[in-house]
């Protein structure tokens, strides 16, 4: 059973055209929820920590909301360089402490 | 600040015989990660060194798969013999501690024909 589910699996935007990418999850105890950027042919690239419902950060475009069972990342005007797959990613409070569980990210391309 | 550095960047080998991937990680984090990446999907973990304990190697394949991370620095992870369902990217990460966020770096894609 996948504990962290992401969807869509690929999304296609115009440039400027907003819209939201979700990251569910079914552990136990959440420690936190990490969501990375992925360009091709190299590693993630860290973009933000949530650790309690409710919670929000934003950077530039991007802004990153967490709930219970689920967290979105939105994306207002998106421009080409916003394209990449976009990881999501939870560290459970028990078990083994620091490992991360991703899910199978989210294809984004804008187009100009 | 440099960020995690990896070597090489790519690898193709025979199926049968050995590689050995190498990880620098960003200065002063005690915590390294071995992560591995097939084609359409999430990053696995491999195992999680804390200084120079490998703290969980539960994932590693351990009948082909070694690791290490000698005086707590730089880390070698190898294969032998590689196979050819072993064709994916690894993923070298660090973090200051398990719990911060974590930093990776560019992987090695490995290609076992």
């Known amino acids: 059973e996948d504990q962290v589910t992401q969807s869509p699996e690929a999304l296609r935007l115009q440039e400027g055209e907003s819209s939201s990418l979700n990251c569910s999850y079914t552990?136990?105890?959440?420690?936190?929820l990490f969501w990375y950027r992925q360009d091709p042919g190299k590693g993630p690239e860290f973009l933000f920590t949530?650790?309690?419902a409710g919670e929000e950060k934003e950077k530039e475009r991007l802004k990153a909301t967490l709930t219970k069972k689920e967290s979105f990342l939105h994306i207002t005007a998106p421009k080409p360089e916003d394209s990449a797959t976009y990881l999501c990613?939870?560290?459970?409070?028990?078990?083994?402490?620091?490992?991360?569980?991703f899910g199978k990210g989210t294809k984004l391309s804008v187009k100009p | 600040e440099a960020g995690v550095v990896q070597s090489p960047r790519y690898k193709i080998i025979e199926k049968k015989q050995p590689v050995a991937f190498w990880c620098n990680p960003i200065?002063?984090?005690?915590?390294l990660y071995w992560y591995r990446q097939n084609l359409g999907q999430g990053p696995e973990l491999l195992i999680r060194?804390?200084?120079?304990?490998?703290?969980?190697d539960s994932q590693l394949p351990k009948d082909r798969f070694s690791a290490e991370r000698l005086k707590g620095v730089d880390s070698t992870l190898k294969i032998q013999p590689a196979e050819l369902g072993d064709s994916a990217v690894y993923l070298c990460?660090?973090?200051?501690?398990?719990?911060?966020?974590?930093?990776f770096g560019p992987g090695t894609r490995l290609t076992v024909t």
């Open positions: 990460a660090s973090s200051r501690t398990s719990e911060d966020e974590q930093y």
């Open positions: 552990v136990s105890g959440l420690r936190g």
């Open positions: 949530l650790y309690s």
């Open positions: 990613a939870v560290q459970e409070v028990r078990g083994s402490q620091g490992n991360l569980i």
């Open positions: 200065s002063g984090h005690n915590t």
């Open positions: 060194y804390e200084n120079e304990e490998a703290v969980d």
